[in-house]
């Protein structure tokens, strides 16, 4: 299957463009989410280089943010980059486990391959990755059997009726062994 950036944005436009006054933007280079302002009248998801995973990342940090969150230049958030210590490591996996439960249903729905990312390359290790691994499938899991936040299960929809019609998803899709 064959998963093309421009199919991403026109699924998650024709979402939400109208409704939440949020498009879908092919990035140059880092991602970023800009609310609307005096120049851009609308909120963008930019994603970095026009990577599928890369939209599909940062439109899941964007249905975890809250009304407030989506008013702020990257939600609000701080951000280390690679090379985190220990403490900046546990803090960014604890921010990244919602997001990237997300992210792991959108590819799923869409059949494309997830890949768990600590993000942390030359980081003061040694880290754990299999810990954040189980505690994502965690959230993964919660979410199936809880629900989807509205705007995540209604983008879900949006992937599985592009790219999957028919699929129901299930926690047997969603192994560790996959990433």
Same mark, same amino acid.
């Given at each position: 299957?064959?998963?093309?950036?421009?199919?991403?944005?026109?699924?998650?436009?024709?979402?939400?463009?109208?409704?939440?006054?949020?498009?879908?933007?092919?990035?140059?280079?880092?991602?970023?989410?800009?609310?609307?302002?005096?120049?851009?009248?609308?909120?963008?998801?930019?994603?970095?280089?026009?990577?599928?995973?890369?939209?599909?990342?940062?439109i899941?940090?964007?249905?975890?943010?809250?009304?407030?969150?989506?008013?702020?230049?990257d939600?609000?958030?701080?951000?280390?980059? /690679?090379?985190r +210590?220990? !403490?900046?490591?546990?803090?960014? *996996? @604890?921010?990244e486990?919602?997001? =990237?439960?997300?992210?792991?249903?959108?590819?799923?729905?869409?059949?494309?391959?997830?890949?768990?990312?600590? /993000?942390?390359? +030359?980081? !003061?290790?040694?880290?754990?990755? *299999? @810990?954040?691994?189980?505690?994502? =499938?965690?959230e993964?899991?919660?979410?199936?059997?809880?629900?989807?936040?509205?705007?995540?299960?209604?983008?879900?929809?949006?992937?599985?009726?592009?790219y999957?019609?028919?699929?129901?998803?299930?926690?047997?899709l969603f192994?560790?062994?996959?990433?």
């Open positions: 299957m064959t998963h093309y950036a421009d199919d991403l944005i026109r699924l998650f436009d024709a979402e939400f463009a109208a409704r939440h006054n949020t498009r879908l933007v092919r990035g140059s280079s880092e991602p970023v989410y800009l609310p609307a302002d005096a120049e851009t009248p609308f909120h963008r998801i930019v994603f970095a280089h026009g990577y599928f995973t890369s939209g599909l990342h940062e899941a940090h964007w249905c975890v943010a809250g009304p407030e969150r989506r008013l702020q230049v939600f609000g958030y701080w951000y280390a980059p /690679d090379g +210590s220990r !403490d900046q490591q546990r803090v960014f *996996e @604890s921010v486990i919602k997001p =990237q439960a997300l992210e792991w249903i959108f590819s799923v729905a869409a059949g494309h391959r997830f890949r768990v990312s600590t /993000d942390n390359l +030359s980081g !003061d290790g040694p880290f754990d990755p *299999e @810990s954040f691994k189980r505690n994502v =499938q965690e993964v899991f919660r979410r199936l059997r809880e629900g989807l936040p509205e705007r995540a299960h209604q983008f879900t929809d949006a992937l599985i009726r592009h999957r019609p028919g699929l129901v998803l299930t926690a047997d192994r560790l062994d996959d990433l």
